[in-house]
């Protein structure tokens, strides 16, 4: 067994947080809000381009339960939301009063299916039901084929609220993942692929929704002298400590990206001879490969079940692919429209250890067990 742990995706740190934190200790900023936060955002906006503003916020569920407010999700509504995800995707629109719809994954990127898109649009139609908003989500840095997307949306006038959590530093035909939303969100969660040790943001061309998600997230205070408020808000603010780490994260971000993918180009070069498949990049797409999920041929369940306890015997973390929303015992009632794509890739799929800061021995280490696995089974 390994004495050192290998982690799926563990926080990777530049040099340059340090530093950023320091000078929030030496200005005393330790709060939420500061200069730091104000940098932050800058740098992520710098980074994102397209004339995006950001609201630096304390998680992407923050985010995007703030998105459903600006987008006016009220209780009894319906917001489409894709089906393959971890369920923070889904559980601000519960938060909410209002009920998921969910939607199957197509089999290229494994991202929200257009074609069971449409369908549940036109069946919640059909049934007096206008969903209020779509929630793609670009799967472990895999951008969602967002040109079928978009204009499944424009067809129906339904903004879309673009969950790019796991997909900062991803691309698609040369725009960043989180500009295509009316609002989109992103994590900085301490699993990603750059942290802020918790954090998040709320991004969007919008001036308007950036100045409210930043009201909202400071609990709505009017601009009294007093303590005011009309509206119901919200602890949702970054702390400007924690974003001195992101800004030293930021730095780093593109090193990042390039290191996990050559982690994925080296597993499906290693494994190809035993038959694996991933998520297709396809033309166009640029995945940060914030994880490398893959399939294992003949596609048994009982092999990836294997695989990861071999794994968890040499102290090395693996996990099975999201088990899709509308399998989730709290989910069971909630409508959902698809063929059962996303079921089979969750029996199949196994996610592999991808982090940045894993070294090559360590990386030759799990593959060689793989194969071992694989060889034996």
């Not at 809000?33 to 940098?39: E, F, I």
């Not at 998921?100 to 649009?121: Q, R």
Request: aromatic share 8%; hydrophobic share 40%; proline share 5%.
């Amino acid at each position: 067994m390994n004495a050192k742990r290998i982690w799926l995706s563990s926080p990777h740190m530049g040099g340059k947080e340090k530093e950023f934190v320091d000078e929030a200790f030496a200005t005393n900023w330790i709060a939420p809000l500061g200069p730091q936060v104000n940098g932050f955002e800058e740098d992520i906006a710098e980074y994102l381009k397209e004339g995006v503003e950001v609201a630096a916020l304390s998680s992407g569920t923050a985010a995007l339960h703030l998105a459903l407010i600006i987008l006016g999700i009220e209780q009894g509504d319906e917001v489409i939301c894709q089906s393959m995800t971890f369920s923070a995707s889904a559980n601000p629109i519960v938060y909410l009063g209002a009920t998921p719809v969910f939607v199957d994954s197509e089999i290229d990127t494994w991202n929200i299916s257009p074609y069971w898109l449409e369908e549940a649009i036109k069946d919640r139609l059909a049934k007096g039901k206008r969903p209020k908003a779509i929630i793609p989500v670009h799967l472990y840095g895999m951008p969602s084929k967002m040109d079928e997307v978009l204009e499944i949306s424009l067809k129906y006038e339904i903004p879309i609220i673009e969950d790019a959590a796991e997909a900062l530093g991803s691309s698609y035909n040369g725009k960043k993942m989180g500009t295509f939303g009316e609002i989109s969100i992103l994590s900085f969660n301490g699993n990603k692929i750059i942290t802020t040790s918790g954090g998040g943001a709320l991004v969007s061309q919008n001036k308007s929704y950036i100045e409210k998600a930043r009201f909202l997230a400071t609990q709505a205070r009017d601009p009294a002298p007093h303590y005011q408020h009309s509206q119901i808000g919200y602890n949702y603010r970054l702390s400007n400590v924690c974003a001195g780490i992101g800004r030293g994260q930021m730095l780093v971000l593109d090193e990042r990206v390039k290191r996990r993918r050559e982690i994925f180009k080296k597993y499906m070069e290693i494994l190809s001879d035993y038959d694996i498949e991933s998520q297709r990049e396809l033309p166009g797409m640029f995945s940060n490969r914030w994880l490398t999920a893959v399939l294992l041929k003949p596609f048994d369940s009982t092999i990836n079940n294997k695989l990861r306890k071999e794994l968890e015997a040499e102290n090395i973390e693996s996990r099975p692919l999201w088990k899709p929303m509308h399998l989730q015992p709290v989910f069971k009632d909630a409508p959902f429209y698809g063929d059962g794509a996303s079921e089979a890739l969750f029996a199949k799929g196994i996610c592999l250890p991808s982090g940045s800061n894993i070294t090559d021995e360590e990386l030759a280490a799990i593959i060689k067990k793989i194969q071992l696995t694989l060889e034996l089974r």
